[in-house]
Every structure is written in structure tokens, then in C-alpha cells.
């Protein structure tokens, strides 16, 4: 039903600009496989066709191929030692020229969770985390700022007294937060890094990456990382050679650059 996965990457590449290589390819393909006969349709170039002429199957494409799941202090215990080691300290060394970057943030719970966090050790006002993703979509919905009950369930109460508004069955996150985030469209693969970076969180994303490229992307990571940055990276994931790519394992799931 489905042969020639090397010709269909090649013509996702062409259209999207996503090179599928840098993913496991055996999960890749049963999620793009998938997708396909859910829309009925036989074969990869049939499918390739028709997402040519059609821009909302385009676009699902685009969603289905960029995972987003995510959610407001996903592992709650990673992010109070957040607040309580890792973020006094960088405040303690750089104030307000803390440079913190929210990489592949889907739909806004990290980077917002993030602020949340900072402003209990300083004014929002001087808050400013760049927070970025490939698919413009959920960019979209960050910006927004509207969320489900299960995406704001381990929001810690006095957050959500303050700082959400229930608007039917959703949760609306207040515009002071919302304005200390600036949302871009970025590649993690081919698109230049923010540099001198603070704090870069990256969380449960690489997973889907193959070894080669996640060994690449926490090179670049490591490159960006200000002098004594730290890198913040998710419950599924681990970085084994740490030392050789130029980082000290700190507690938990927190890496310095050495």
C-alpha cells in the first residue's frame, strides 16, 4: 500500500522543508502512515498530490509532523527545583540581562510557566523569554493563550487565581503574562540559534529525534549557552555523554555548560 518512504520524505522535504531523516524512522512513518488512510487515501504519492492542492490537508500534515504535547509545569518537582536552585542563581549573576529561550514551546505552557515562575523572584516588567516552534499553528494558539482544565491542572493555585480567567470551559492566561514572551517561527535543524543564552528549555521533544541529530542539537545548544548557562530538558529524555559534549550534570534534569 505504502512503498517508497525514501521518494515520500524527499517530496515532504521539497513542500515543508522538514527533513524526516532527523526523526526514528519506524515511528515516524506508522504516524504518517496513519494519518494517510485516515484520510482515505492509497499511496504516498496520491497523498503528496493532495496536499498540493489542498492547504488544510497541508496543514494537518505540518501539525502531525511537529508533536505537540504540552502542558503548564509538566513534572511539577523539576519545576520547583527550577525556582529554587537553578533560577536565583542566574538571577544572582546576571538580573535583568537574564536571557532565557523556550526552544520547540508548542502551545505556550512552557514559556508561560516560565514567566509565572520568574516573577516570583522579579518585576514582570523585566521579564522576557523568546519562545519558538516550527509549527505556525500551535504558535497561534500560544499566542492566544487559551487553555483546557488538563493543561493548567498542576498550575499551582495562587497562579491560577492571578493569572487566569475561566471563559466558558477554557482558561484564558492574562495579557501580562502573555506580553513577556515574544513567539518565532524557528527550525531547530537548519535555523540559526539564539545566542548567549541564560537558561534554554528544551522538554520532551528530542525524543522523537534520531541519536545522530539529538547529539547535534545539544552541541548547537551548548555553542549558545552563555558561561555557566544551563540547559533544561525533559523526564523522557537523557544525555548520556554529556561530558563530551561540554556539559556538567547538575541535579535532576539540568545540565551547565562546563
Known sequence: MFNDYEKFKGDVYKLTK???????????????????????????????????????????????????????????EQWELLNSEVLPELIQKNGKRLKIWSAACSTGDEPYTLVMLLSKHMPLDQIKIIATDLDKQVLEKARLGLYNERSILDVPQEFKNKYFTKIGNSYQISEDIKRRVDFKQHDL???????????????????????????????????????????FIGSTEQIMNYKDLNYIRRKSFFFQKA
Open 18 to 76: 522538514i527533513n524526516l531523516d532527523a526523526y526514528k524512522e519506524k515511528q515516524m512513518k506508522r504516524r504518517i502512515n496513519t494519518l494517510i488512510s485516515k484520510n482515505k487515501i492509497g499511496s504516498y504519492d496520491e497523498y503528496i498530490e493532495v496536499i498540493k492542492k489542498d492547504s488544510q490537508m497541508f496543514e494537518e500534515l505540518i501539525n502531525f509532523l511537529t508533536i505537540n504535547v504540552s502542558e503548564f509545569f509538566r513534572n511539577p
Open 189 to 231: 535543524l537548519k535555523d540559526p540559534y539564539p545566542t548567549d543564552c541564560n537558561l534554554i528549555v528544551c522538554r520532551n521533544v528530542l525524543i522523537y529525534f534520531t541519536e545522530e541529530t539529538k547529539e547535534e542539537i545539544y552541541k548547537k545548544f551548548n555553542q549558545v549557552l552563555a558561561k555557566d548557562g544551563v540547559l
